[in-house]
């Protein structure tokens, strides 16, 4: 990893730790629902919410994504030790970090799973 992409990690680690941890406000009201962010600070912006955990990014860190989960949902760890498992490959993102329900992930750019059956699905 080069110097600057460490660099700019540390900094968002301790933007994550500082700033969006303290006054981030997520709630999981049902299971099967995905969870709701009542509070995000800026200048953080949401990229999506699952039934386990938000994902959100800084402007000034684009190639990275925070997941972070709310409290009280499991998976955290099973996550972290997949990451761990997949290693560094340029098919899967690569988690960068992982402390206390948030990963910082390596951002991929494209369409999701999801949304790609949701959109097929609405293109038939």
């Known amino acids: 990893m080069t110097e600057k992409k460490t660099s700019?990690?540390?900094?968002?680690i301790s933007s994550l730790e500082t700033e969006?941890?303290?006054e981030l406000h997520l709630e999981s009201l049902n299971p099967h629902d995905?969870?709701?962010v009542v509070h995000l600070p800026n200048p953080w912006q949401l990229l999506g919410t699952g039934n386990y955990a938000a994902v959100v990014y800084h402007q000034d860190h684009p190639d990275f994504v925070v997941k972070?989960?709310?409290?009280?949902?499991p998976g955290f760890e099973e996550e972290v030790e997949v990451y761990r498992r997949l290693g560094s490959h340029p098919a899967f993102s690569e988690c960068l970090y992982a402390?206390?329900?948030?990963?910082?992930?390596?951002?991929l750019q494209g369409i999701t799973l999801y949304d790609s059956i949701f959109l097929r699905k609405r293109g038939d």
């Open 20 to 22: 969006l941890l303290p």
């Open 8 to 12: 700019s990690i540390n900094q968002l």
């Open 99 to 107: 402390q206390d329900g948030a990963l910082v992930l390596k951002r």
């Open 68 to 73: 972070i989960y709310a409290p009280g949902r």
């Open 34 to 36: 995905p969870v709701v």
